[in-house]
C-alpha cells in the first residue's frame, strides 16, 4: 500500500514536500517513483529513485525537485521547488510498472497566485 501526503495551494516560486508511507511489500529493495498527471493529460513520470538512493529525474523538474528515501521508516520525499503553474498536478507515489498501476491515491499540488 502507498499512500501519499503534503500536496497543497501555492504560489509561483513557492516550496512543497510530498511524502509517501509505503507498506506491505520491500520497501527498500526497490526502485521508487514519483509520477504525476496533469490536467487533461496522461500520468507522467517525474522522479526515481533506486535503493542505493541513485536518483533519477524527468529534464523538466531538474534542479527544481529532489527526491529523497528513508528505508528505515519506509518513506519517500519529493520536496518540489520554484513551483511553476505547469507543476499543478495530482501526483503519486509508484512501484514500477507498465502504465504504474501500483500507485497510491495521490496528492493534488496546486500552483497557482
Known amino acids: 500500500q502507498l499512500m501519499e501526503s503534503g500536496g497543497g495551494l501555492v504560489q509561483p516560486g513557492g516550496s512543497l514536500k510530498l511524502s509517501c508511507h509505503a507498506s506491505g511489500f520491500a520497501f527498500s529493495a526497490i526502485n521508487m517513483n514519483w509520477i504525476r498527471q496533469r490536467p487533461g493529460k496522461e500520468l507522467e513520470w517525474v522522479a526515481g529513485?533506486?535503493?542505493?538512493?541513485?536518483?533519477w529525474y524527468t529534464g523538466s523538474v531538474q534542479g527544481r525537485y529532489f527526491i529523497s528515501r528513508d528505508n528505515a521508516k519506509s518513506m519517500l520525499y519529493l520536496e518540489l521547488e520554484n513551483l511553476e503553474v505547469s507543476d499543478t498536478a495530482i501526483y503519486y507515489c509508484?512501484?514500477?510498472?507498465?502504465?504504474?498501476?501500483?500507485r497510491g491515491q495521490g496528492t493534488q499540488v496546486t500552483v497557482s497566485s
Open positions: 509508484a512501484l514500477p510498472g507498465v502504465g504504474w498501476p501500483n
Open positions: 529513485i533506486g535503493p542505493n538512493e541513485r536518483v
